[in-house]
C-alpha cells in the first residue's frame, strides 16, 4: 500500500524567505504526486501534480517540487514566501484503482509566515 | 461556473442520531471521494464511487454509509455506529487528467 511522510507539522519562515516543504512516499509503481495547499476551514487547492516526464514541475502561485525517484521524494519549494502562503499543505500520492485513483495524503505542514 | 457543493456547513449531530452531508457536483466527473479530516492526521478515505450504483469502502468506513444514485450526487451518512464522528468532511471529484477537485467541506459537531 502506498503512503506519504511529510516530516515536518510546523514550519515558521519570514516573509520574503525561501521555503522547502519536504515529503517523501512510498508506492511499489510510477507515482503520481500532488501538493494541495487548505486555508482554515476550507477544502484543498491543487497546486501542482507530476504524472511523468520533467521532473521539475511548476504550479500555481510560484510553486514548484522537485521528483527524485532515487529518494522517493517530492519536496515543494518556492523562492520567496508572502504572508498570504501560510496555510496547511498536504502531499499526495495517487494509486490507480482501474477506474479513478485514490489519493493517499500525508499528515500535513502547517506554514506560518513571519511578517 | 462548474464546481462541487457540500451541505451544510456546519451540522450538529445529538448522540445516537444519523445524519447525513450533502455533496453535489456539476463538472461531469464520474469518480467522487469522501474524505474526514481530523487536526495532525491528514485526510482519510471513508468511500468512493466511480460509477454511478457502484462504491467501494476506503479506509475508515466503518459507521458510515453512502449512496450513488445519480452521477451528480454523492450523498454520506453519518450513522449512530459511529462512535467518534466529530471531525471535518470532505468531498472530492476526479476528472481526466488526475488530481482531485474538492469540495468546501462540512464541520460535523457531536452535541
Known amino acids: 500500500a502506498q503512503s506519504v511522510t511529510q516530516p515536518d507539522i510546523h514550519i515558521t519562515v519570514s516573509e520574503g524567505a525561501s521555503l522547502e516543504l519536504r515529503c517523501n512516499y512510498s508506492?511499489?509503481?510510477?507515482?503520481?504526486l500532488f501538493w494541495y495547499v487548505q486555508s482554515p476551514g476550507q477544502g484543498l487547492q491543487l497546486l501542482l501534480k507530476?504524472?511523468?516526464?520533467?521532473?521539475l514541475v511548476q504550479g500555481i502561485k510560484g510553486f514548484e517540487a522537485e521528483f527524485k525517484r532515487s529518494q522517493s521524494s517530492f519536496n515543494l519549494r518556492k523562492p520567496s514566501v508572502h504572508w498570504s502562503d501560510a496555510a496547511e499543505y498536504f502531499c499526495?500520492?495517487?494509486?490507480?484503482?482501474?477506474?479513478?485513483?485514490?489519493?493517499?495524503f500525508g499528515t500535513g505542514t502547517q506554514l506560518k509566515v513571519e511578517l | 461556473d462548474g464546481g462541487i457543493t457540500q451541505s451544510p456547513k456546519y451540522l450538529f449531530r445529538k448522540e445516537g442520531q444519523n445524519v447525513t452531508l450533502s455533496c453535489e457536483q456539476n463538472?461531469?466527473?464520474?469518480?467522487m471521494y469522501w474524505y474526514r479530516q481530523d487536526p495532525g492526521q491528514g485526510l482519510r478515505l471513508i468511500y468512493y464511487?466511480?460509477?454511478?450504483?457502484?462504491?467501494q469502502k476506503g479506509d475508515i468506513a466503518e459507521g458510515y454509509s453512502v449512496s450513488r444514485e445519480k452521477k451528480e450526487s454523492f450523498p454520506l451518512t453519518v450513522t449512530s455506529a459511529q462512535k467518534n464522528p466529530t471531525a471535518f468532511y470532505l468531498c472530492?471529484?476526479?476528472?481526466?487528467?488526475?488530481?482531485?477537485?474538492f469540495g468546501s467541506g462540512t464541520r460535523l459537531t457531536v452535541v
Open positions: 499526495a500520492v495517487a494509486a490507480d484503482t482501474g477506474g479513478g485513483n485514490k489519493l493517499t
Open positions: 508506492y511499489g509503481a510510477t507515482p503520481y
Open positions: 507530476y504524472f511523468s516526464g520533467d521532473t
Open positions: 463538472l461531469n466527473h464520474d469518480a
Open positions: 464511487s466511480q460509477i454511478v450504483n457502484d462504491f
Open positions: 472530492a471529484t476526479e476528472g481526466r487528467g488526475y488530481g482531485y477537485t
